[in-house]
């Protein structure tokens, strides 16, 4: 069902500290706490015993305790004390732990082999330090629907001029035809919408007056990341070949899906600009504004969630859905190659 041998977000970073926090991630019950030296450690959050919770537990020192008879867990997983029976400590009084690494404000998990947790697999982030680059705080949100039907919305340009006229809405984004790409990471769609006005949400943060030509980037990479460009520069100068030139504003959006289960999804973002580094009335209007538009999404996937459980009728495809068939393609192949324990072709 889910991509295991990859780094998840479990969440910001800022979000773990000193105590028993409880996730559920790919389906598994998780405990998250932070060692007295600030490194993170993420175990199986249940006792072996009776699979009493840990997170129901104490965290004495850098161990997590069972709050049912005090059998008592490492940071690797294993049992170090057995009140009971402090002399015969169960051979098989183990539990699962995951690695974990703090990047980009994000604390990110491995849910597969831990001998395959390579942290340089983790999505590199261009310009994440460059101080000329504004940043937004994030946020995050939970979609009670399938992290699947997120990925389709995130590579869909088209459905911003019915969900977001008032944001991301502007001329071309009904009907100017569409570019899909398969790449070894994910997939892409994209199109260049030339000599228009900019959308209403990035009116006001371009850095040049008149007509734009416009990017729309929608790609997601494996195993549930998306990534949206978006280029304004001013008309005449855009294209998929051109080079950015004085005024060119960029804003990257990334997004982050982890699945919780099948009918659940977290979704954590923030985007990142190439102008007004520490510009903060502008980050916090471009987080709203990001909000808000995440919530309109929200409110249309946790409905096409349910739709597409409870159809009467077969659903179908048009065109705009080829990026999303092809990374679900992409992603059942991984998925299918993980199972035999070989790579991909």
Not at 93 to 120: C, T
Not at 269 to 275: A, D, I, L, S
Request: glycine residues 8%; charged residues 25%; contains cysteine.
């Amino acid at each position: 069902m889910f991509l295991r041998n990859c780094w998840y977000v479990a969440g910001w970073s800022a979000e773990f500290a000193r105590n028993l926090s409880a996730r559920t991630i790919l389906g598994d019950n998780i405990v998250i706490y932070r060692k007295a030296d600030g490194k993170a450690v993420a175990l199986e959050d249940a006792c072996p015993h009776r699979k009493l919770p840990l997170s129901d537990g104490n965290l004495r020192g850098d161990t997590v305790e069972c709050g049912y008879h005090g059998l008592t867990f490492d940071c690797n997983g294993s049992c170090v004390a057995a009140p009971t029976q402090p002399d015969s400590i169960p051979k098989r009084a183990k539990v699962q732990h995951y690695p974990l690494v703090d990047r980009y404000r994000l604390l990110w998990i491995w849910m597969g082999d831990p001998e395959k947790a390579d942290p340089d697999l983790i999505l590199n982030i261009a310009n994440f330090d460059n101080p000329d680059w504004g940043t937004t705080d994030g946020g995050a949100m939970d979609i009670a629907c399938n992290y699947l039907w997120v990925c389709d919305n995130l590579l869909d340009p088209s459905h911003v001029a019915w969900v977001h006229v008032s944001s991301f809405a502007g001329a071309g984004t009904e009907d100017e035809p569409l570019k899909v790409a398969r790449h070894d990471t994910g997939v892409l769609v994209h199109r260049w919408i030339m000599n228009t006005e900019p959308s209403p949400y990035y009116a006001p943060l371009v850095k040049f007056d008149g007509p734009c030509d416009r990017l729309q980037h929608y790609e997601m990479v494996y195993p549930g990341i998306g990534i949206n460009k978006s280029i304004y520069t001013p008309a005449g100068t855009g294209g998929d070949c051109a080079a950015p030139v004085e005024g060119t504003y960029i804003n990257i959006s990334y997004n982050f899906m982890t699945p919780v289960d099948e009918n659940h999804t977290n979704y954590f973002w923030f985007q990142h600009r190439n102008t007004d580094g520490d510009n903060q009335e502008i980050s916090e209007r471009m987080n709203a504004g990001a909000k808000m538009a995440f919530e309109e999404d929200r409110a249309v996937l946790v409905k096409v969630h349910e739709g597409m459980k409870a159809m009467q009728t077969p659903s179908l495809d048009l065109g705009l859905d080829a990026g999303a068939k092809l990374f679900r393609r992409g992603v059942d192949k991984l998925i299918e190659a993980e199972g035999k324990n070989v790579a991909p072709s």
